[in-house]
């Protein structure tokens, strides 16, 4: 189980303590809820105290990024809150898309001429495509929020990952990172990863695996990445000279000269992630993705995102991570959508424009707490509110929709801001 953050009278973070010490002062009346998530407790009468160091240690990811916050104690470190933070990198792209392709409609139906503005246009140094600025932009959203309630005093990131291309630059990123091909040292890692650490022609795992020319040398292949597999001994033997395509497989070249979307995703926004880590002030540990697997087999772990950020660096070497440690499951969703009315399938409105954000203090997206005491309704519903201009509510809990809450029975739990949350289970 997590510890719960601490924050004094005066609002300034204090050591995190263990879930019974928090539990004794709600319960005495010396603490009370300051936030759900992550859950923080507030001392009523305390100001001020003696804290360890702390680290905030991250291992960033295409659609997962691994969140861990490291403590330094007497008997060593210890990880004392983890979170794995969901992206919507994937939804921002295909609302962008869906965007183009309405207003590329408009013109070429005539009925609501835009001049396209994609020509006149200047990208500034360093730009990301929204899709890529919103992992940087969320992760340093949580560091924000998490160094209100925790005092931090280092950082600690995977800055690399793959080798995409030879780096005759060692300051390339943005987008001219995306257009590279991996001409490396850790070409097997990569080959490992984008074709799921199994045999590519009969796909049998948890075997050692070779590095395997598609087109063999022989007959004048290539060591570019585009000509690469891996494949079990047996089936490695059994291709001998022949082609990939004349042994049965010809899908395997096509696929091979597909870039690894989520690596690329990693090494564009990792220099921007960095640039923007260095504005805290604080300390940053460095560390590759090849440091993170030895420190997480030499401390028996499994591969989960979060143990990953706990492994992270020089730091990651040894830390006590409790059995009962689960992590926060984060899922970034956006602040709702500024479309103020819905639309037929002919572009006319069909419902009234939005004229009021809140209703009785509610917003789309709180969650709450409804105790409802009669009625056909009668029962207690916790989950997220759609607010109604009259103050008839629908609240979604994870049995359904509950329909016509009235806001008088709503109990605030945490307001929204963008992002969804739920614990993983024990067992899973």
């Keep these: 189980m997590q510890r719960v953050l601490v924050i004094d009278k005066n609002k300034q973070p204090l050591m995190p303590c263990n879930p019974a010490r928090a539990r004794q002062l709600l319960k005495q009346g010396k603490a009370a809820v300051f936030r759900k998530y992550p859950f923080t407790i507030i001392l009523k009468e305390r100001d001020g105290g003696e804290t360890q160091p702390v680290k905030f240690k991250i291992d960033p990811g295409s659609k997962t990024t691994g969140i861990a916050i490291v403590a330094s104690f007497k008997r060593g470190l210890r990880a004392i809150w983890v979170a794995e933070l969901t992206h919507r990198g994937q939804q921002i792209r295909d609302k962008l898309l869906k965007r183009r392709q309405l207003r590329s409609g408009r013109r070429s139906r005539k009925t609501r001429y835009r001049k396209p503005r994609f020509l006149n246009r ?10 890529l600025r919103s992992r940087v932009r969320n992760i340093w959203t949580w560091l924000k929020r998490l160094n209100r309630f925790v005092p ?3 950082l600690a990131m995977e800055l690399t990952r793959f080798d995409t291309q030879k780096m005759e630059n060692p300051e390339i990123s943005g987008i001219e990172y995306q257009q590279g091909t991996l001409q490396g040292y850790e070409v097997r890692k990569y080959l490992l990863e984008k074709w ?35 494949a079990c001994e047996k089936c490695n033997l059994a291709k001998g000279t022949m082609s990939a395509a004349e042994s049965g497989y010809p899908e395997l070249q096509a696929q091979a000269k597909k870039p690894l979307k989520d690596a690329a995703a990693v090494n564009t926004t990792r220099w921007a992630l960095f640039e923007q880590l260095k504005l805290t002030g604080l300390p940053i540990e ?12 030499q401390q028996d772990y499994p ?11 020089e730091s990651g070497r040894t830390v006590f991570v409790p059995q009962t440690l689960l992590p926060l499951i984060i899922s970034a969703g956006g602040r709702g959508s500024r479309q103020m009315c819905r639309v037929d399938k002919y572009g006319f409105p069909r419902t009234k424009a939005k004229q009021f954000k809140r209703v009785k203090g509610f917003q789309t997206g709180d969650m709450v707490k409804a105790i409802v005491t009669h009625g056909k309704e009668t029962g207690t519903y916790v989950g997220r509110v759609a607010v109604r201009a009259c103050g008839s509510f629908n609240i979604k809990t994870e049995q359904g929709t509950i329909q016509g809450i009235s806001y008088k029975y709503c109990q605030p739990q945490h307001r929204s801001d963008g992002y969804a949350y739920s614990f993983v289970s024990a067992t899973g």
């Design 122 to 131: 200047r990208r500034p140094k360093g730009w990301l495509a929204p899709s």
């Design 152 to 154: 931090i005093t280092n």
């Design 196 to 230: 799921g650490r199994k045999c590519a022609y009969c796909g049998a795992v948890h075997v050692p695996l070779q590095v395997e020319h598609i087109r063999p040398r022989s007959r004048g292949g290539s060591n570019q990445i585009s000509n690469l597999t891996i």
């Design 286 to 297: 460095i560390g590759n993705g090849a440091r993170t697997k030895f420190n997480r087999s």
């Design 303 to 313: 591969k989960t995102h979060w143990l990953d950020a706990i492994c992270v660096g």
